[in-house]
Each structure stands twice: as C-alpha cells, then as structure tokens.
C-alpha cells in the first residue's frame, strides 16, 4: 500500500526534507551522520508495507548533513 507524510515545522534556509524506508528504527543520529534519502514531497504517496520505518530528516542542502529528524513505525492505520 501507500501512505503520506505531512511535515508541519518549517525546514530551515540551506535545509532540505529526504526520507528514507528501512526495517529498523532509525535511533541516535547526530549533526556528523550524512543521508542521502529520497526527495521528500509533501502530502506524496511512498509505497510501504506494515512494520516499516519512514524516517524524515531535515538535511543541510549542501552536506547532507542531519539536522533533525522524525522517525515513525509504519502500522495498518497509516496504509491506505
């Protein structure tokens, strides 16, 4: 199935929104770990199955550098 994310904080000058899909919880990144996820778009549908991780991070543009970050379990309530 799918579902979508919605991202009310604003992201800051020099900052971008990826996501990533993985099995485990993504837990204790600092400003030092790079991401390279997905582009993140707002309200778009990413394809996910129950028992997954979206995370959502605040990137530095430049360095891809985690500014911050939203990590969420992906259960039956979240698919469509």
């Known amino acids: 199935g799918t579902t979508s ?31 390279s996820g997905t582009n993140f778009t707002q309200d778009a549908d990413i394809a996910v199955t129950a028992g997954e991780y979206i995370t959502v991070y605040e990137v530095n543009s430049t360095t ?3 500014v911050r970050y939203k990590c969420i379990q992906i259960t039956s309530l979240y698919i469509r």
């Open 64 to 66: 891809n550098k985690v």
């Open 5 to 35: 994310i919605r991202v009310l904080t604003t992201v800051r000058a020099g900052n971008k929104l990826v996501y990533t899909r993985t099995t485990t919880k993504v837990e204790n990144l600092n400003v030092e770990n790079v991401i």
